[in-house]
Antibody
């Protein structure tokens, strides 16, 4: 059974950066594309971007271009999403979501990581 | 990329049917048969309910069904149950690995 386990909650000041991790277990790590999705308080889900199974390709939502970096460490089966220049509007629960090649839907989700941006 | 348009809320009594629409453009919903629907309870991760417009994962009750016409996809819950009360989100492939979500619909069981 595939499991995605994310890092814990974080509190950051405006202008700082946050790096959220997502560790895959139960299956071959390099089988999956890893997407990141966030939910701001009282709002809906927002797609942020995706990293390829090999980690050599990323696609980001235009709204986050220049502020977001997705990486993966195949030695530890861990994905990372770093968001910089944080503002209060980035307060949200961030999810990683795995997608198998050939699938166009999210097969597995992490439990979510709350990031609070506050001075 | 603009969010897909969903009604903010729908409601129905137990046993009734409700339908949630999800309207996009020819660049997303209308351009691909890759719309999925997710059920979300507060504090929980989303759960896949429908994929590829009409397909239902194993374990999802058959009262959930999906369809699409043009740029609008729909999720129908037939025979509404109290446990169906949740937020529902549509998601479409939008080309070049991109995805776009709908704004979400709150389903209330009266």
């Amino acid at each position: 059974q595939v499991q995605l386990v994310q890092s814990g909650a974080e509190v950051k000041k405006p202008g700082a950066s946050v790096k959220v991790s997502c560790k895959t277990s139960g299956s071959t790590f390099t089988n999956y594309y890893m997407h990141w999705v966030r939910q701001t308080p009282g709002q809906g889900l927002e797609w942020m971007g995706v990293i390829s199974p090999s980690g050599d390709s990323t696609t980001y939502e235009q709204n986050f271009q220049g502020r977001i970096t997705m990486t993966r460490d195949t030695s530890t089966s861990t994905d990372y999403m770093e968001l910089s220049t944080l503002r209060s509007e980035d307060t949200a629960v961030y999810y990683c979501a795995a997608l198998s090649p050939g699938h166009y839907y999210f097969d597995y989700w992490g439990q979510g990581s709350l990031v609070t941006v506050s001075s | 990329q603009s969010a897909l348009t969903q009604p903010r809320s729908v409601s129905g009594s137990p046993g009734q049917s409700v339908t949630i629409s999800c309207t996009g453009t020819s660049s997303d919903v209308g351009g691909y048969n890759y719309v999925s629907w997710y059920q979300k309870h507060p504090g929980k991760a989303p759960k896949l309910m429908i994929y590829d417009v009409i397909k239902r994962p194993s374990g999802v009750p058959d009262r959930f069904s999906g369809s699409k016409s043009g740029n609008t996809a729909s999720l129908t819950i037939s025979g509404l149950q109290p446990e169906d009360e949740a937020d529902y989100y549509c998601c479409s492939y939008a080309g070049n690995f991109r995805r776009v979500f709908g704004g979400g619909t709150k389903v209330t069981v009266l």
